[in-house]
């Protein structure tokens, strides 16, 4: 879709634009939403490096008070992350948009998981709840299709792969090869809220349907119960009455369920669907949800939670990219650590930590990969930042922090406490009522790799998917 034409067009585009201190639209540019050209971002280093293959990290939530209280949890403050070993770092925005009667939206400054991904996926801003569809005048109106960067990738010939520890019809996943208008509509009977978007009524069905139509080379995560028999069956097109599972069957997708079958897989076994639990899966480590006033007691985490029969995202991470590592055209994969998030949100600071450390291990088997294949473009990333703080004990006298709170004893055996303070209070005395909130800070985003220098200073999240492309 977009040819070395194109770049002749963003060139003249800029030389048109700048002199005339305008938000530049480039010639090529006339079908996107608000491309964000603040940062004079095409004139960035890295433009026109392409990579052959690209490997996306999605920390979901994991803004930089989450990545520093693992450091220091886990490493200690001298200590340093795999996504430490990067090379270039910058920040991006993640701002998202309201519903309304358009074409201006107005800004939304925390935006969810949906709308996030929408942007790196398509390079377009969307309203909150959407996957890789424009914004409306309300959540249940559907908007237009954008193409995704996952489509981009498999119409040049690379293998595709989409790997996450939540159910991989869950939002982050889902805006790589779904385009629905309301993120819940996972499965053929979760598809009240998207009724005209039913393959019933001749579209292109819930997230399930659309994924395992897209024939995504690899697909590991959880969510079994979005596919079998419990997400019901299918309503439309050749498959109907059968479970979005026997549909995979059919259209040739070797399924799997358990670490072992993972790790026994033959590379040549392509498309493999991988459903390793019926929801989210297991989180690497756990501990107790935190309270408030002085918080948890100081405690260590415990760190041996997930269960055997699961493969942890690592293994996930290393089997993709071994299934995914022989085409000509190379791959994308996209990895995200997605219960750093979930566990926030839950106010549990073990389990997110160890969420954190799991991703970062992932990570590791990137850059290993990395050494080998230089030709890889790593990019590690957040969708949005979150709630978690490491603050003050009270030992001042100034009092408690408002929010719920976690004391950690750390490797350096020092107590770091961690509060939560996005959602609740004093008439809320426990955590588990609610679900802290996301925030609006930019995120942090690391690469390395042929055009990772384009992440360097402040871009936006729709820009991610034009360096993606080394465009
Ligand atoms: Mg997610
Ligand atoms: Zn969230």
Redesign the pocket.
């Known amino acids: 879709m977009f040819t070395r034409n194109n770049q002749l067009a963003v060139v003249l585009g800029v030389t048109m634009c700048v002199g005339l201190g305008i938000q530049t639209v480039h010639a090529h540019d006339n079908d996107r939403f608000e491309i964000n050209d603040r940062f004079g971002n095409n004139e960035r280093p890295g433009r026109n490096k392409t990579p052959k293959n690209v490997i996306l990290f ?1 920390g ?2 994991m803004g930089i008070s989450e990545v520093t209280l693992t450091r220091y949890y886990q490493y200690g403050v001298k200590g340093r992350m795999n996504l430490d070993k990067l090379k270039y770092t910058g920040f991006q925005t993640t701002w998202s948009l309201k519903p309304g009667a358009g074409p201006d939206y107005a800004s939304d400054y925390t935006p969810d ?1 949906a709308s996030t ?1 929408t942007m790196w996926a398509t390079g377009r801003k969307t309203i909150d709840e959407r996957i890789s569809q424009g914004p409306s005048t309300a959540l249940n109106v559907p908007g237009k299709n954008y193409q995704t960067i996952l489509e981009v990738f498999k119409a040049q010939g690379k293998r595709v792969g989409n790997v ?1 520890t ?1 159910e991989i019809t ?4 889902a805006v790589l090869d779904s385009h629905i208008s309301l993120r819940s509509c996972q499965a053929p009977k979760n598809m009240t809220s998207c009724p005209t978007e039913r393959k019933a009524v001749g579209g292109p069905g819930s997230i399930a349907e659309q994924t395992v139509d897209h024939r995504v080379d690899v697909l590991l995560g959880g969510g079994k119960g979005r596919f079998d028999g419990t997400g019901g069956l299918i309503e439309g097109g050749p498959d109907t009455g059968r479970t979005v599972l026997d549909s995979a069957q059919r259209q040739g997708y070797k399924i799997i369920s358990t670490k072992s079958e993972l790790d026994a897989l033959p590379w040549r076994n392509l498309p493999v669907l991988g459903l390793f639990t019926p929801g989210n899966m297991t989180t690497e480590w756990t501990g107790p949800v935190a309270t408030l006033g002085d918080g948890v007691p100081a405690h260590a985490c415990t760190t041996d939670n997930r269960p055997s029969n699961e493969p942890s995202l690592a293994a996930m991470t290393k089997k993709a990219i071994d299934l995914l590592d022989h085409s000509p055209h190379g791959f994308f994969l996209q990895v ?1 650590g ?1 219960s750093i ?2 566990q926030d949100h839950a106010a549990n600071a073990c389990a997110q930590l160890g969420e954190t450390v799991a991703f970062d291990e992932a990570i590791g088997v990137a850059l290993s990969f990395l050494e080998r294949n230089p030709d890889t473009l790593i990019i590690v990333t957040a ?1 949005h930042s979150h709630t978690s703080q490491i603050v003050g004990e009270d030992t001042s006298g100034n009092g408690n922090p408002t929010g719920y709170s976690d004391n950690l004893i750390t490797r350096e055996g020092q107590v770091m406490r961690v509060t939560y303070g996005t959602a609740g209070g004093v008439d809320r005395p426990l955590a588990s009522q609610l679900s802290q909130q996301h925030t609006g800070a930019a995120v942090p985003i690391w690469a390395e790799g042929p055009g990772a220098e384009a992440i360097l200073g402040t871009t936006d999240h729709t820009d991610l998917f034009w360096i993606l492309q080394g465009k």
């Open positions: 999605i979901d939530g998981s991904g996450t939540a869950d939002a982050t996943p995200e997605a998030d979930k969708d």
